[in-house]
């Protein structure tokens, strides 16, 4: 008894995997149902009529084979008892009131419940409503409400990394349109009414997650819950003029401060023009996105000192210290992509940029590609 032979009512019953008849690779299973009936009707023939009788105390057994890979039920058998001699008989039946509905849910279990394992199963009738209906309310109210459940699981982005990894999937795909979709990178900025690095600036900002493995494999988070694009200079942390795109700090024992300097994915690596043969000079944008990390870093160590003791608007400390000792930058800009033509990799204008890039210390340059790169290697770290 209690098995998918012999089962009992309030229960759905899997047997183990068998072979298909015909295709050994295929599996299939039989999902089995009894179902109980105090009152019931069936068709009989008395004196060669047929006629309509009403029947106390049966009880029905629903056994429905099914292919395990596509679920399709290709034998749906239906066989009533009764109640004294639990023996089958041939007289048809029929389901009354809640019964039909029982018939349904059962085929739609066979469609949905989960078959991990090779084994056989038995799964109470209130925890499997549970599991089937949980799931499919989520995937209905996720699919129809896909703006409010990002904004419901961006509030836990930080806190909650089970939770996150939805909404940290579909700011992958975003940023893969901003990189990859010229015209989807444009329709986004004019509904922003900024320019392309303000754009990239308001994106990272909405998702600090994506430097986390970057830097050192330790991760940063937005300073004291501040926007991404601070002021080094003035107030408490900053006093003119200097701005890093970035403030965040390392997520240790000791926190110490980062700078962050975004430009955008157009910005060119390199000059249009060789300096000399097979010797590529870096763009102007990319010498002065360095230089201009340098001086904010410099500034910031003569402004801020060794120490930085994080105040809310009142001028109250919140209790988050920063170390300034030597502080980590890095400068987001360009893409590898630029050195990509029809045939392959232009290997002098790649060696160029590389030798600069490793010679410079800080800050450390990351092109929007490699950064989309460590950004995918966070999302898919949590499907293994």
Known sequence: MDSYQNPESGKTYISPQLDSFGDKERKVRIATKLIEHPETYAFAKINSELVLRHKDGAKSCITAKFFEDDRKIFVLNIQGYTVATDKPHNASFSFVGEEIGKLVEFLHHVQSMPLEGRGPKKIKDEDLHRLVLSSNQARAMLQDNQELFAEVIKSAVTKEDVIAVGYRKRQLEVFDRLLNDEVYFEKIKASLSCKDEMLWQRFLEKNPWIFGY???????????????????????????????????KTKGFISSLCFAEIKTHKTPLLQNKQYR?????????????????????????????????????????????????????????????????????????????????KNTTNPEIITFDELYERARFIVTQYER
């Not at 080094?232 to 701005?243: A, D, L, P």
């Not at 003791?309 to 630029?338: C, H, R, W």
Request: glycine share 12%; hydrophobic share 35%.
């Open 214 to 248: 970057g830097l050192s494999y330790i991760y940063a988070s937005s300073l004291d819950g501040k926007k991404l694009e601070q002021v080094v200079q003035g107030h408490s942390v900053s006093n003119h003029g200097k701005r890093a795109d970035g403030l965040l």
């Open 277 to 357: 043969a097979g010797c590529w000079a870096p763009s102007n944008e990319l010498a002065g996105g360095v230089c201009q990390t340098q001086v904010t870093v410099s500034s910031a160590v003569d402004s801020i000192q060794a120490k930085l003791a994080i105040t809310d608007e009142s001028g109250n400390p919140t209790g988050e210290e920063a170390f300034n000792y030597m502080p980590k930058s890095f400068l987001v800009v360009g893409s590898l992509q630029e050195f990509v033509s029809g045939h392959g990799v232009n290997q002098e204008k790649y060696r160029s940029f590389e030798l600069y890039r």
